[in-house]
């Protein structure tokens, strides 16, 4: 069995956005020569998000919309608790544990094997500064 390990490093300008990473994964999917296998795209950070849905800028601004409504930026202590510990990012530990930490994908004739429209998605919801994906590739 193979195995092959990447870090993948974003410094996303806003605080919260969307960064389409298929082609990167699927770069590093073929680097790794495995055939058929599994890829494993993980968040590193607590406040980040990998997820798999279309891209599709209207879907992306309606999940932006709708995680603004659940977990609301607001700095103050009194809104998160967890902003007394001097951060003001409570919203985003909120709005990584919706969209989730990590997406296993398939890996079959040494090509990532999605279903109609699917991309692969880095989630940050509190950017402006450095944070990384793990990509683990295993299979033979």
Request: glycine share 8%; aromatic share 10%.
């Amino acid at each position: 069995m193979k195995s092959h390990t990447r870090y993948l490093s974003f410094t996303v300008p806003a605080r919260m956005d969307f960064v389409n990473i298929t082609s990167e994964v699927a770069r590093e999917v073929e680097a790794s020569g495995v055939q058929e296998g599994l890829c494993l795209v993980n968040a590193m950070h607590i406040t980040a998000s990998v997820f798999i849905n279309d891209d599709e800028p209207g879907l992306h601004e309606d999940y932006k919309r709708w995680l603004e409504k659940l977990a609301p930026f607001d700095a103050s202590p009194e809104v998160y608790h967890h902003n007394r510990t001097g951060e003001d990012n409570g919203d985003a530990h909120h709005k990584r544990q919706i969209m989730g930490r990590e997406v296993v994908v398939a890996i079959t004739e040494g090509k990532l094997d999605f279903g109609p429209w699917e991309q692969i998605f880095y989630g940050e919801f509190d950017g402006r500064r450095p944070k990384r994906v793990l990509l683990k590739i295993i299979g033979d």
